[in-house]
């Protein structure tokens, strides 16, 4: 089962940010919190990744609190591409496991 | 940016007959996944490959489906004697972490899916 809780789904207005919480109290030390998309049933795309630091890349940024127990995916300014399925993710880094998806967060972007 | 590709795009068949679904990962990838999502549901992992063994397979993959890497580049999934509830997405994944151009990669990367539909 995936070691992730997020909401069901959320709207955004195009143009503001769009921030995606997710919950994983159970995660541990080691493993990173990944985020991937699926736009209209097609193969999910790879957002970013973290450990702990805030980070930072040209699709999103992640915030992961202090504790590790949760994090955010903000989408800076969301526009109608961005409308999609969210799914965060507990994953070891340079592992080759499979990826364990969970329901994940239904996005839409409206006009 | 290197893409993984799978063919056919949508595959309408007969329950009983077999498919073969295809992919063709990143060409440096030495890692590969078949996952597979029915339709409103979850993506649900299948098979991971790796040296031409079977890494791990999940309870969805018995003796009806098999994996195969046939030649340095294509990677395929075949079922069997399809039945009814087999109708799904099926996503091909590839996977290889490691440094380029100074940037850390380190992302399973999937194709557009086949679309399978068993009548």
């Known amino acids: 089962d995936a070691k992730t809780t997020q909401p069901t789904s959320m709207d955004c207005a195009e143009g503001r940010a769009a921030n995606l919480p997710c919950n994983h109290s159970?995660?541990?030390?080691?493993?990173?919190v990944y985020w991937y998309r699926q736009i209209h049933s097609q193969g999910p795309q790879y957002i970013i990744h973290g450990l702990k630091n805030n980070e930072t890349n040209e699709m999103a940024s992640l915030i992961i609190t202090e504790d590790r127990k949760s994090s955010t995916l903000i989408l800076p300014h969301a526009t109608l591409r961005d409308t999609a399925v969210y799914y965060c993710?507990?994953?070891?880094?340079?592992?080759?496991?499979?990826?364990?998806f969970g329901t994940g967060t239904r996005l839409q972007v409206f006009p | 940016e290197p893409e993984v590709t799978q063919t056919p795009s949508h595959q309408v068949t007969q329950m009983g007959q077999e498919v073969i679904l295809r992919c063709v990962p990143i060409s440096n990838h030495l890692y590969f996944y078949w996952y597979r999502q029915i339709l409103g549901q979850k993506v649900e992992f299948l098979v991971s490959f790796y040296n031409n063994e079977i890494s791990e397979k999940s309870e969805i993959f018995d003796d009806q489906f098999s994996v195969e890497r046939p030649d340095g580049s294509n990677f395929t999934l075949k079922i069997r004697s399809t039945k009814l509830e087999d109708s799904a997405m099926y996503f091909c994944a590839s996977y290889e972490y490691g440094l380029a151009g100074g940037l850390s990669y380190n992302e399973q990367f999937f194709g557009p899916g086949t679309r399978l539909t068993v009548l």
């Open positions: 993710i507990v994953h070891l880094l340079y592992n080759t496991d499979k990826l364990i």
């Open positions: 159970t995660i541990s030390g080691n493993e990173y």
